[in-house]
């Protein structure tokens, strides 16, 4: 019995096609969270600070000062949001920070910059917290830890007051991190090692690193005798 033929593939199914999968690689990076540029990572600390500054009613005062605090320690440790919504004040000693990562499995403790360490130090001495306590309480009087749903609303929130459009969230702290350093360096490498991730690739479409960031890689060459 003669097999049947295949129907031939049209080319609109083709596109279809490349179009799906262009979204699956789009919503491994740059269709999701995008990582802060340096000012807009400045607005958003503004702001949360005005707030804060702004506020007489004790628990508001409280949130907008922990707000502020989830933003400089997401950008400055790169941690994910599940560790940085239960990090201790036990967790930051004498300069250091040490955490556990539970995507992992590996413990990192380092020295800090002794500004951001400072900051930190600042935001425990202003809020009496001990060294058992969650660095970013659900409230003032609630001594559980916030959830990571909460950091991705109050991020976005912040983001929308600063005037930012692209789609931001808690996770946009961690790409931030990370992207930084690569603007600041141009080394691939070293980003890659700082997140533990396995290879460059996965580092670049994770920080969102594109077309555009070639061209001007490009653009910025000037090769001319002396």
């Not at 922990?66 to 300069?95: A, H, P, Q, T, W």
Request: with cysteine; charged share 35%.
């Amino acid at each position: 019995m003669p097999r049947k033929r295949k129907s031939p593939v049209r080319r609109d199914q083709l596109k279809k096609a490349d179009s799906r999968t262009a979204q699956k690689k789009k919503s491994k990076g740059q269709g999701k969270t995008q990582p802060l540029t340096k000012p807009e990572f400045a607005e958003m600390c503004r702001i949360a600070k005005i707030l804060r500054d702004r506020c007489t009613d004790p628990e508001k005062k409280y949130k907008h000062d922990r707000d502020y605090m989830m933003l400089v320690i997401g950008v400055n440790v790169g941690c994910r949001c599940r560790v940085l919504s239960e990090l201790k004040v036990s967790d930051f000693r004498g300069g250091f920070v040490d955490f556990w990562e539970y995507k992992t499995g590996k413990d990192f403790g380092y020295e800090m910059h002794p500004d951001v360490y400072k900051e930190i130090s600042d935001y425990v001495r202003r809020n009496h917290m001990t060294d058992d306590e969650y660095l970013f309480r659900a409230s003032l009087e609630d001594y559980l830890p916030i959830v990571p749903k909460t950091i991705w609303k109050r991020t976005k929130d912040l983001a929308k007051m600063a005037g930012i459009e692209k789609n931001i969230g808690a996770h946009s702290l961690r790409k931030s991190y990370g992207r930084w350093i690569y603007d600041d360096t141009g080394d691939i490498y070293k980003v890659m090692k700082l997140y533990d991730h396995a290879s460059p690739r996965i580092t670049e479409t994770y920080i969102c690193i594109g077309k555009d960031d070639t061209n001007k890689d490009r653009s910025a060459i000037a090769n001319l005798p002396q």
